[in-house]
């Protein structure tokens, strides 16, 4: 079963706060596909609107997501009292918190919104608050003061088509349909209503303890929907984000990219997003539940202890299950046709460069799938120091310890340095020189780019310096060779510290991959280069050079003060990508 | 050359005057032909101005324009797509920059070079800058300067000859594309003329002369005899009475959209030496002639992929990115800073292949879509000012009213329709 979430403590068997059973309510929503609960959104929106790094992201995040959807803004801003924000609107109705979902009618969004309080007078001083909001908007003082009807002690408020508004005991309803309440008014049930309330209840008694915020998307009702639709995902909006991991089980690109984590959400089915706020840290977890299939990619072993202990200038990094032998191994079964003629050309291509040593059954065995990533920022202490700079990246794998691989793989990148010589040759660029370094027992290769006449312009090319080496059991390739050599000395002195925790698997690790990202080297890499950046975005997007300089100051005053840790946990029937964001400037 | 004229149009009697007040579709077409297209507030600028005034205000205005430096900061980058996409974007800046930005482009057609063999947009930046800041200026220096580009040195293969192995392809296209035209020259000539032009090369991304690598001996190109370099050449080819005509029927095809008679082209040409070869004047000259401003000669041009882009951009007002302009310009078959060869673009009927013609309909489309139904205007009175009521007009109505968005068919009808893509 869902390994990481069983391990969450279960303290709050509640039933989802639409559907709770306190005499009131006991109907689920019906066809309900998206889910969205705030249990005590007062405090919440407290401790974000305070937050000085919180306060504007979530506010930015906000108004675009109501930017895109005009039902659910005119919803909003038919709650909120004049010069009140959406949030402090949600924190005033939500005081006893409050629930969201999505349901469809004949392929049109409808928004339906509950408001529990904690008992019956209490909810119809809340409904009286709200219609007075709803007559307001409309400018009919007045047009709301008694139920447009009642059936059986449910009172009905009904704004034109508009809005409907429903008082049941404590709870208040709002939604753009009637038909959306119809289930709240009189009781329904039906094989589907009942089917998606025992997801949704079975998903939601199983979030974390003291979730602030607990959301559910049925993914298999929506395939269906868009099935029915004529099959179109959306392809804009937020809505592509679902298109797009719709399409990563069968992306070969992808699953080599992403990995087996990422590109399984899509196939659960249903996910669940709980999220934490405090003042030092953001916790959110995304979890597919349900997943049939098991991924023949999915790891199989515990982590290594990572090589690279973090102990460098680390901008990201990351250590990843990719099991490339699998895949290659699999191919036949794992990717349709056109894909498999994309890997073929792949292989035959790198087997080039390996000496008749063939990938499948020589060279992937031997390498591990657990290998790490590196991102830093660069010096360009001995090389050319590019007019816009990137950082550079290495990635570091486990080769095995006679070294027979690792030279092998040496061998095959100074052999991809000449054949590119002679494509440059071909076209009359200058070669790549390359360079074999030297120091000590450590060697290396490294290849460089002609060094720019002295006053002239250093072109982006220059913040490659590629370069690889054999070091123990590990071989290195880096996209500069300063970063290597940095590499190379960690990875010795590691050595020479504990020469047992390099590269040996402690048995007691979870299956688990990891990102942290630290945002200060990346807000200090791109501060000098922001006039660049906002003209890129700006012919990219069609935006003025002003507003795309304020976003990136807004994102660069984000990084300064955000770090961030991602982890994905496997197992066969789910994916957790948990993730969080730490403030370290924040007291 | 091929013509880019629609219809062999006779010449035109003295029927619009340059002290004529211009009116709101003389306005339109001389701010197309001009300055690519205006947003309407353009347009209103000019309306009610004299003609001589509204061309001289343009053209001298567009002199004094800079385009915006920033784009230096992404050349380090070495993508043409940022080049292309931000002179996309210069081409929406007022209208007097608009008209450099205008000449720039014919230009860059005339002295086509391509960033597919050059590679290096830093060159190809700084041809357009030549482009851009000598355009309206004497032709005479433009020549000279061109012939030490060092994007068209690479080009056109001006680096590989040298003294004994001379390689006349800068040589023979000076003659046949850039100053004379074919007949007008020898085989001799081109010979003779590439010695002289022998001896360039690019160093550190400049053009650099070096002295042994140039024939210094005695030549002769288009009869005058010497111990001739570039600036020799030049002259030589100046001097020929060939060139000022080949200048004319650029300067024709280009702004009044087909070949001039044989009269016009020697009236043309004869202003421009009477201008002191300078492009800008004998250009208020040309767009202040009848037969540039008449009735009839509006709408008779196919619009080059960059021409529609730009003007239905301005004309609609749609927000659309510059990358997205230049993209949709390539699709349509120009790719700027990427000419297809050293002719350039062919243009006219050329435009318009099966491949282009869906993109043209895809981009009218894309415009109506971003504009969406908020922007209200009339698009026939705005887009089409000559024939607001085209015999077409109740049909597409009543395929808009039954469409899901009424608004957005009409307006990419407009857009799409053959009297849209003339201009």
């Given amino acids: ?587 | 050359m091929k013509s880019e004229n629609r219809f062999d149009a006779p010449p035109h009697p003295e029927s619009v005057r340059t002290t004529t007040e211009l009116d709101r579709p003389t306005a339109v077409h001389v701010l197309r032909r001009l300055c690519f297209g205006a947003a309407p507030q353009d347009v209103e600028r000019f309306v009610g101005e004299s003609v001589a005034d509204a061309v001289e205000q343009l053209v001298e205005g567009a002199r004094s324009t800079e385009p915006d430096p920033a784009i230096t900061l992404l050349l380090p980058t070495g993508e043409l797509g940022y080049v292309q996409s931000w002179w996309c974007e210069q081409m929406l800046g007022t209208p007097e920059g608009r008209c450099a930005e205008r000449v720039a482009l014919m230009w860059h057609g005339h002295f086509a070079a391509s960033n597919d063999k050059v590679d290096d947009v830093h060159l190809m930046h700084g041809q357009y800058r030549l482009w851009r800041e000598r355009g309206l200026g004497d032709f005479r220096q433009l020549l000279q300067a061109a012939l030490r580009d060092p994007a068209l040195l690479v080009w056109l293969d001006g680096v590989d000859n040298v003294k004994g192995r001379p390689n006349e392809n800068l040589a023979r296209e000076l003659m046949e594309l850039f100053a004379l035209g074919i007949g007008n020259y020898t085989e001799a000539d081109v010979l003779e003329a590439a010695r002289g032009l022998s001896g360039w090369r690019v160093v550190k991304r400049a053009a650099r002369f070096t002295p042994s690598r140039h024939d210094g001996g005695a030549k002769t190109v288009l009869g005058t005899t010497g111990e001739l370099d570039t600036n020799g050449v030049v002259a030589a080819v100046l001097a020929r009475p060939a060139c000022p005509r080949w200048i004319a029927d650029r300067l024709w095809r280009t702004f009044v959209g087909r070949a001039p008679t044989a009269g016009d082209l020697e009236a043309t040409a004869k202003e421009l030496i009477a201008a002191n070869w300078d492009i800008g004047r004998t250009l208020v000259w040309l767009a202040t002639r009848p037969a540039f401003l008449a009735t009839d000669e509006r709408g008779t041009r196919i619009a080059g992929p960059i021409e529609l882009v730009v003007r239905a951009t301005l004309e609609t007002g749609a927000r659309l990115a510059p990358k997205e302009l230049a993209e949709s310009a390539t699709h349509m078959g120009q790719a700027l800073l990427r000419p297809p060869s050293v002719k350039g673009w062919d243009g006219g009927r050329q435009w318009l292949d099966s491949t282009a013609w869906i993109a043209r309909q895809r981009f009218a489309g894309r415009v109506a879509e971003v504009l969406g139904d908020g922007d209200d205007f009339d698009p026939f009175e705005r887009l089409l000012p000559e024939d607001p009521r085209p015999s077409w007009r109740v049909a597409v109505e009543r395929i808009a009213q039954d469409s899901e968005s009424p608004r957005r068919t009409l307006v990419a009808a407009v857009l799409a329709s053959a009297e849209y893509q003339l201009q």
């Fill in chain 1, 1 to 587: 079963m869902f390994t990481a979430l069983a391990l969450c403590a279960l303290a709050e068997l509640t039933q989802p706060l639409a559907v709770r059973e306190d005499g009131l309510v006991h109907t689920p929503p019906m066809g309900c596909l998206a889910y969205v609960e705030w249990r005590a959104p007062q405090d919440t929106v407290a401790t974000i609107a305070g937050h000085e790094v919180l306060g504007p992201m979530v506010g930015e995040l906000a108004r675009q997501a109501l930017g895109e959807n005009a039902d659910l803004e005119a919803l909003f801003a038919a709650l909120a009292n004049e010069g009140e924000s959406t949030a402090d609107m949600l924190a005033r109705l939500g005081g006893d918190g409050l629930a969201l979902w999505l349901t469809f009618e004949q392929f049109a969004p409808v928004f339906s919104l509950a408001l529990p309080a904690a008992d019956a007078e209490a909810g119809a001083a809340r409904r009286i608050e709200l219609l007075h909001s709803l007559e307001r908007m409309v400018e009919a003082p007045g047009a709301l003061a008694t139920p447009s009807e009642s059936i059986e002690g449910v009172d009905v408020w009904a704004l034109g088509d508009a809005f409907f508004v429903v008082g049941k005991g404590a709870n208040t309803y709002v939604s753009n349909s009637r038909n959306a309440l119809e289930p709240l008014i009189v009781e329904r049930r039906s094989v589907r209503g009942r089917r998606a309330l025992e997801r949704l209840t079975e998903t939601h008694a199983r979030r974390a303890s003291g979730s602030d915020l607990f959301a559910w998307v049925d993914i298999g009702a929506i395939n269906a929907l868009a099935g029915l639709a004529g099959g179109a995902l959306p392809t804009e909006g937020p809505g592509a984000i679902l298109t797009t991991l719709t399409e990563l089980p069968g992306n070969p690109r992808a699953q080599s990219l992403l990995g087996p984590g990422i590109t399984r959400l899509a196939e659960g089915r249903s996910w669940s997003l709980r999220a934490n706020v405090d003042r030092q840290s953001v916790e959110l977890q995304l979890a597919s539940d349900g997943i049939a299939t098991p991924s023949a990619l999915a790891p199989t072993t515990p982590a290594p202890a990572p090589v690279v202990m973090g102990t460098g200038p680390n901008t990201a990094h990351a250590q990843v299950y990719r099991d490339f032998g699998s895949m290659l191994a699999q191919r036949d079964t794992l990717f349709a046709g056109p894909e498999l003629a994309g890997i073929a050309m792949t292989v035959s291509q790198l087997e080039l460069f390996l000496g008749g040593l063939t990938l499948e059954d020589d060279v992937l065995p031997a390498v591990s799938p657990w290998m790490e990533l590196v991102g830093r920022t660069l010096a360009f202490a001995d090389t050319p120091r590019p007019d816009l700079r990137l950082p550079g990246a290495a990635i570091v794998l486990h080769v095995g310890t006679d070294g027979a691989i690792g030279e092998h793989l040496d061998a095959a990148f100074q052999g991809l340095i000449a054949v590119t010589n002679v494509g440059r040759a071909e076209t009359g660029e200058p070669p790549l020189r390359m360079v074999l370094g030297r120091d000590g027992e450590r060697t290396w290769t490294s290849a460089r780019f002609p060094t720019p006449a002295e006053g002239a312009p250093v072109d982006a090319i220059h913040n490659f310096v590629p370069a690889a080496a054999l070091v123990g059991e590990h071989w290195i390739l880096a996209t500069h060779e300063e970063l290597l050599i940095d590499l190379m000395d960690e990875i010795a002195a590691e050595k020479a510290s504990d020469g047992a925790a390099i590269g040996t698997t402690t048995g007691a690790r979870p299956v688990r991959e990891h990102l942290t990202i630290t945002g200060v080297p990346l807000a200090r890499l791109a501060k000098p280069q922001l006039d660049a950046l906002a003209l890129m975005a700006s012919l990219e997007n069609g935006t003025s050079r002003e507003a795309e300089r304020e976003d990136l100051e807004g994102l660069v005053w984000i990084l300064e003060r955000t770090d961030a840790d991602v982890t994905i946990d496997h197992a066969a029937d789910a994916v957790v990508v948990s993730a969080r964001l730490h403030f370290p400037l924040v007291r």
